[in-house]
């Protein structure tokens, strides 16, 4: 079993940053990736970006330039930095991380105000 506990979320006015974070604790070795996903209001849930055991990184289209995702395995943590913020990066963002099976934290808003 892992535990994810996300911080960092808040309100903030377009064009701004914010970072975000997520602790795992628990069977850490099962873990390979980790993520962020994010949920907007009406919207299914997708992926913003994720990052391997290996430090291999994937984004979605949408932030690709504007967020990084880092992953820092001896304090077993994930962050997220968002720059340049736009109100569509509006949502519940979510850690999550899978192995053989997968952990999702229970969320952090992020609100971007126009």
């Known amino acids: 079993q892992v535990q994810l506990v996300e911080s960092g979320g808040g309100f903030l006015q377009a064009g701004g940053s914010l970072r975000l974070s997520c602790a795992a604790s628990?069977?850490?070795?099962?873990?390979?990736?980790m993520g962020w996903y994010r949920q907007a209001p009406g919207k299914q849930r997708e992926q913003v970006a994720r990052?391997?055991?290996?430090?291999?990184?994937n984004y979605a289209d949408s932030v690709k330039g504007r967020f990084t995702i880092s992953r820092d395995s001896a304090k077993n943590t994930v962050s997220l930095q968002m720059n340049s913020l736009k109100p569509d990066d509006t949502g519940v963002y979510y850690c999550?991380?899978?192995?053989?099976?997968?952990?999702w934290g229970q969320g952090t808003q992020v609100t971007v105000s126009s």
């Open positions: 990052i391997s055991s290996v430090g291999n990184t």
């Open positions: 628990g069977r850490i070795s099962d873990i390979n990736y």
């Open positions: 999550r991380a899978w192995g053989g099976y997968s952990y």
